[in-house]
C-alpha cells in the first residue's frame, strides 16, 4: 500500500507540474506591457502617448489614457500631464486606471529629466559666477588703461539757519559749480548756480564693466563687431537706463 500510493502521489505531482507548465506556456505578455517595462527615453516611446498630424497639418498629440488631445509636440507637457503634476501649463489626466508599469516609468523618467534639469542649472550658475569674476578683472584692466577723467566740480555743503527753525536744527545748502559774476555786472546780476543731476556723475569701474560684458557677449556669442554699433542694440541701452530695478528680461518662450 505504502508503494502504491508513493506511486499515486508522484504521477499526481507530476501531473500538476505539467499543468502548470502548460499554463505558463499559455500566458502572453502584450505588447504594450513589454513596452512600458522598458526605460523610457522620451514621453513619445511611450505607447499610450500618440503624435499625429491633423487635417489641417498642425501637430497634435493625444494621451490614450483619458483621450483628450493636445496642440504642439510638447514632451514636457505630455510627461506632466501624465504624471498629475501642476505648474506644466497643462491639464493633468483625468485617468484613475493607469497601472503600476506606467506609472513607475513615467516617474522615472521625469526623476530623469529633474536631475538632468537640476545638473544644467548648476552648470549655468557656475558659468555665470566665471563670467561675472571675469569681466570685473577684465574691467579693472581696461579702466587701467583709460585717461583719469576730469574731476567733477568741488561740492562745498554750507550749515546755515533756516529762518523759523529752531538753533538746534540747520539746513544743508550743496553748491555745484558756483559760478562768481564778473566785476562790470556784480551789481547788476545774481550770482547763479547750476546743479548737477547724480545720474551725470557714474561709477568709471561701472562704465568698463559695461564695455567688457558688450564685447564677451558678442565674442562668446559668435555676434558680429557691428553689433557694438547697431541702432537696435543701442535703443537697448537707452531703455535699460530708465527701466525700473525690477524690471526682468523677457524668456526665450516670450521672445518668441
Known amino acids: ?24 506556456g499559455e500566458v502572453d ?31 497634435q498629440w493625444k494621451c490614450l489614457w483619458c483621450g483628450r488631445s493636445f496642440q504642439h509636440w510638447n514632451a514636457t507637457k505630455a510627461l506632466l500631464h501624465v504624471t498629475k503634476q ?3 501649463d497643462v491639464r493633468k489626466c483625468s485617468c484613475n486606471s493607469i497601472d503600476r508599469i506606467h506609472q513607475q516609468a513615467y516617474q522615472l ?13 548648476l552648470v549655468r550658475e557656475s558659468k555665470k559666477q566665471s563670467s ?30 533756516s529762518p523759523g527753525i529752531s538753533g538746534s536744527q540747520k539746513q544743508m545748502t550743496l ?33 568698463s564693466q559695461l564695455t567688457m560684458a558688450i564685447a564677451d557677449l558678442i565674442h562668446s556669442c559668435g555676434l558680429p563687431f557691428s553689433l557694438a554699433i547697431h541702432h537696435k542694440f543701442q535703443r537697448v541701452l537707452t531703455l535699460a537706463k530708465v527701466a525700473s530695478t525690477k524690471y526682468v528680461p523677457p524668456g526665450r518662450n516670450k521672445v518668441a
Open 1 to 24: 500500500y505504502i508503494i502504491s500510493f508513493n506511486k499515486t502521489l508522484f504521477h499526481t505531482m507530476s501531473n500538476m507540474d505539467e499543468d502548470c507548465e502548460s499554463v505558463l
Open 29 to 59: 505578455v502584450s505588447p504594450q506591457l513589454a513596452t512600458a517595462a522598458k526605460t523610457l527615453e522620451v514621453i513619445w516611446d511611450d505607447d499610450k502617448i500618440e503624435r499625429y498630424i491633423d487635417n489641417e497639418g498642425k501637430r
Open 86 to 88: 501642476t505648474g506644466g
Open 109 to 121: 523618467l521625469l526623476n530623469k529629466q529633474t536631475t538632468k534639469k537640476n545638473s544644467q542649472q
Open 132 to 161: 561675472d569674476e571675469y569681466i570685473a578683472g577684465a574691467g579693472q584692466a581696461y579702466s587701467a588703461t583709460q585717461r583719469k577723467k576730469t574731476t567733477p566740480p568741488n561740492i562745498s555743503a554750507s550749515s546755515t539757519p
Open 175 to 207: 553748491t555745484f559749480g558756483l559760478e562768481t559774476p564778473n566785476s562790470t555786472q556784480q551789481n547788476s546780476e545774481i550770482t547763479r548756480y547750476h546743479q548737477t543731476k547724480l545720474g551725470d556723475h557714474s561709477d568709471p569701474q561701472s562704465e
